[in-house]
């Protein structure tokens, strides 16, 4: 009888199946561009803002369209808001689901350190926020903008410092963000409806039922399936809930495993990944840099004003929650769970890594700008995105400098990695239960 290999103690920062690494490689490919292409349409917003030509910017902004009977007569700025922003959140939603129904994530040991970093992620930068406006009237309504991480922006950050960092850092990185989006939707959607019309609300279930049916019976016509999702989004928008919470509802409505007459999960990716593939080009393409290059002009007002600026402890609030305050949940939490499952990081990885990386994690840019609008209003939320960009800004030169500090350890690991690749019928990588990763 040949002699069990002992079950090894799990691990923080763990590959996973090689099948899951190279999905998740092909998403970070994909959601990196969509960071580049972020960066260049916020970039080119601020220099549009502060220069001469400041006033058609804002005219651009404000300029409205959209039929005013079903209550769409909405600014551009609005349109990219609630509208584009929709298919960033449908994307994110299919990219969970799909995580917990099929990814690693669907073992609970694998899912409970990352949910626990976005929910810590999300609790302490909220905290540090009250504290520091505590006593500034109507501050407290901005406490949700240093809760988010702009998965986009950080991977943009990632293929910056270099192609060698271990696809576990990247996985986890983006495990978290894609977490801490459906934080930041519940939150919008339970703190940010002010004015609720109850019948445009449920009116929105008969097609989202449709919807449903459809999927589930693995439809994939785009002529009946997105005029039922524009109809659910249109009502749901007028219902008083922020839109993009459609793109969630109409996400989770997506099988992610093939039916058992196509063959079942074995026969290949099911429909919410086809999703997937059809709509991340788009989310990160289109919907995210338009996004960014309508919200994030604002007049600084050169040195001066950038200095009154941070005078306002809504900045600092902002600020400081996503330079330190996800950082520190982050690790609390991490480290709080390492000690409860009683978790070793994996070979080769150390705290100092984590730490990189829940720096890297404090970079809020687009859902941080959307709740400050939310927050704030239009027009009212320019030092909150002098506070975004500023805060977002730091943490990815502090990220930067401590990955950085490791190259030489993940040229390393990524050698290790690219072998195991060449190998990849051998099984190396053991969970607890004995069973391999490549066996899954």
């Known amino acids: 009888m040949s002699a069990r290999i002992p079950p090894r103690k799990p691990a923080l920062l763990a590959r996973g199946s090689w099948g899951e ?26 220099i549009w803002a502060n220069s001469p030509w400041a006033d058609v910017y804002e005219m651009a902004r404000d300029l409205r369209f959209g039929p005013e009977a079903l209550h769409l007569n909405l600014s551009l700025a609005t349109w990219a808001g609630d509208g584009l922003l929709a298919i960033f959140f449908f994307v994110a939603g299919l990219e969970l689901k799909r995580e917990f129904v099929a990814g690693d994530l669907r073992d609970a040991r694998r899912a409970a350190i990352p949910i626990a970093a976005a929910l810590g992620g999300v609790a302490v930068p909220a905290l540090l926020y009250l504290l ?23 991977l943009a950050v990632l293929a910056v410092i270099g192609r060698f960092l271990p696809a576990a850092l990247r996985t986890f990185l983006l495990t978290l963000a ?33 919807f449903t049916v459809l999927v589930q019976r693995r439809v994939r016509s785009w002529w009946l399936l997105l005029p039922l999702a524009a109809v659910t989004w249109a009502l749901v928008h007028a219902s008083g ?27 290949g990716p099911g429909l919410a990944e086809h999703f997937e593939h059809r ?7 289109v919907a995210v840099p338009v996004f960014a290059f309508l919200s994030a002009g604002v007049a600084v007002g050169g040195l001066d004003g950038l200095a009154g600026a941070f005078g306002d402890p809504v900045v600092l609030g902002v600020a400081v929650g996503l330079v330190a305050g996800k950082p520190l949940g982050i690790m609390v ?18 705290w100092i890594d984590m730490l990189g990386l829940s720096i890297l994690a404090g970079i809020g840019f687009t859902v941080s700008l959307l709740i400050g609008e939310l927050a704030f209003g239009p027009g009212q939320d320019a030092h909150v995105k002098v506070a975004v960009l500023a805060g977002s800004l730091a943490a990815a030169l502090l990220a930067t400098v401590i990955l950085r500090l490791r190259n030489h350890t993940y040229r390393r690991i990524h050698q290790l990695e690219t072998i195991d690749r060449d190998h990849d019928g051998i099984p190396d990588v053991y969970e607890t239960d004995g069973s391999t990763a490549t066996d899954r």
Do not use: N, Q
Request: net charge negative; charged share 15%; proline share 5%.
């Open 333 to 350: 939490a991490t480290w709080l769970m390492s000690r409860f499952t009683r978790a070793d990081l994996d070979e080769g990885l150390t």
């Open 279 to 285: 709509f991340r080009p788009l989310s990160a393409g």
């Open 241 to 267: 809930v922020h839109a993009t919470v459609a793109g969630v509802l109409l996400a989770f409505a997506v099988p992610v495993l093939r039916s058992d007459k196509a063959g079942g999960p074995e026969a």
């Open 132 to 154: 520091i406006t505590s006593g500034v009237e109507g501050a407290a309504r901005g406490w949700a903008i240093p809760t988010a991480t702009d998965i986009a922006f950080a």
């Open 21 to 46: 690494t190279r999905r998740i490689a092909d998403i970070l490919r994909k959601e990196t561009v969509g960071g580049a292409l972020l960066l260049i349409g916020a970039v080119l917003a601020m």
């Open 178 to 210: 894609v977490v801490d989006d459906l934080v930041a939707i519940v939150i919008i959607a339970l703190f940010y409806t002010e004015h609720l019309a109850p019948l445009p609300l449920v009116a929105a279930l008969v097609p989202l039922a449709l």
